[in-house]
């Protein structure tokens, strides 16, 4: 039982380039939700998933798109890099209630040059 | 919308103190609130999960309290070790969960 698997753990991205992270999980959780990480920020909502096939914005969305084709994986993805995209993103899992915990990945560290 | 704050900012006690973090949330329209630590460089790990209709939950040395009509809850750590120097984070659970900005806490040998 890994719990929340993340790719790549660390990348380093010119402007203008794209990428896709990738989030698994394999405790068969409906919700899934991708944050960042900045330092005086604290953690904030990107996108998150309720469901296989659905999709929502949190708090800071722009710049960022998501899919969830399969109910245990979430990607999340910058068609086109900025500097101001460089950050820690954590993605995180659980179960569907809005009773249960959250569950979090190791998190990837992305600069952007 | 919901804002969650967090008091002190950083804290440095000796090993052997008991311990409070506080966690405030501006909308007690919550469904519960979780208590994370973070160690340098890592992810979250789970402490400790509130349900709003509880007021306490204890783990080991860890107790957290829930005051939702005041929006406030405290992490105690009794006993403070060396090993407890880390980020502790709350996030309050309402439509989506809010993170505070974190508690960063030494415990000096």
């Known amino acids: 039982n890994a719990g929340v698997t993340q790719t790549p753990k660390f990348r380093v991205l010119k402007t203008g380039q794209s990428m896709t992270l990738l989030c698994a999980q394999d405790m068969n959780h409906e919700y899934m939700y991708w944050y960042r990480q900045d330092p005086g920020m604290g953690l904030r909502l990107i996108h998150y998933s309720v469901g296989e096939g659905t999709t929502a914005k949190g708090e800071v969305p722009d710049g960022y798109n998501v899919s969830r084709l399969k109910k245990q994986n979430f990607l999340l993805g910058l068609e086109s890099a900025a500097p101001s995209q460089t950050s820690v993103y954590f993605c995180a899992s659980r179960a569907a209630s809005s009773y249960n915990e959250q569950f979090f990945g190791p998190g990837t560290r992305l600069t952007v040059l | 919308k919901q804002e969650v704050t967090q008091i002190p900012a950083a804290l440095s006690v000796p090993e052997g103190e008991n311990l409070v973090l506080n966690c405030s949330f501006t909308d007690s329209a919550i469904y519960n609130l979780q208590w994370f630590r973070q160690d340098p460089g890592k992810g979250l790990t789970s402490l400790l999960l509130i349900q709003s209709s509880q007021r306490e939950q204890t783990s080991g040395r860890l107790n957290a309290s829930l005051d939702k009509s005041s929006g406030r809850s405290t992490l105690y750590i009794a006993a403070s070790q060396p090993g407890d120097s880390a980020t502790y984070l709350c996030?309050?659970?309402?439509?989506?969960?809010?993170f505070g900005p974190g508690t960063r806490l030494s415990v000096l040998p």
């Open positions: 996030a309050a659970n309402g439509q989506n969960f809010v």
